[in-house]
């Protein structure tokens, strides 16, 4: 499952190898998926129920990294493993929440008042993304046309529904989860880095990898470094 203002179109450019045997899906408000109007643990429960039976493994990076722990959440047992990718498990503070949730709403207000090309411009201006400076142009570029075919509409609602704000804290399920787990992130994406820390002081089984040099978002960053993880 892709992050937020992508779509499972990004995993085929990043992992290819995986397109015989996996799934990616559109998450609510991207690609070919109408804006939601459900609420978080809800979108959650329809995307488990259109599940083919034989799926077992999840994988998500950011939003997709916290719909999968949503699923996992929901039916541990279904699921003998989990790849998680700079992904954050919940707001367990009321005044994180509150400040988060003013902050997805800014963002909205731009998307539906200042149209998607300047929003665009800012969400990739943001200092979470300022390892990606360095990388190809046509991969930037492609980058940006996907995120500019976006809905404004369908990505507003799913910060409104499905906002770090909006999501339960998952911290409680993930820790308790019976099967295998692996966590990504990049070295240097530091609050990230210090969240998977944070995963593994409290589930220690965790498989945590460090990606050397790398960001928020290494499908982007180091496809093939990640593909092989994804083996």
Not at 72 to 91: C, K, N, Q, V, Y
Not at 182 to 189: F, K, L, N, R, T
């Amino acid at each position: 499952m892709h992050g937020f203002t992508g779509s499972g179109e990004d995993w085929w450019a990043c992992c290819p190898h995986l397109k015989e045997r996996a799934l990616a899906v559109d998450l609510p408000g991207h690609g070919a998926e109408s804006a939601p109007v459900r609420s978080f643990s809800e979108s959650v429960g329809d995307v488990l129920g259109a599940l083919p039976d034989g799926v077992d493994e999840v994988v998500g990076y950011s939003l997709g990294g916290r719909f999968a722990l949503g699923l996992m959440a929901l039916d541990p047992e279904r699921f003998r493993r989990a790849t998680i990718i700079s992904a954050h498990p919940g707001l367990e503070d009321a005044s994180q929440r509150a400040d988060r949730l003013a902050g997805d709403r800014a963002w909205i207000r731009r998307l539906l008042e200042d149209g998607i090309d300047a929003f665009v411009d800012a969400w990739e201006s943001q200092p979470l993304f300022a390892t990606q400076a360095g990388l190809p142009s046509a991969v930037l570029e492609q980058q940006r046309r996907r995120r500019l075919g976006q809905s404004p509409t369908g990505l507003a609602a799913s910060l409104e529904q499905h906002g770090l704000a909006r999501m339960p804290s998952l911290w409680e399920p993930l820790t308790a989860f019976p099967g295998a787990l692996s966590w990504i992130v990049g070295s240097s994406d530091a609050r990230f880095l210090g969240i998977a820390r944070e995963v593994v002081r409290r589930r220690p089984a965790t498989r945590l990898h460090v990606l050397p040099g790398v960001g928020h978002n290494p499908l982007l960053e180091c496809p093939e470094i990640l593909s092989d993880l994804l083996v």
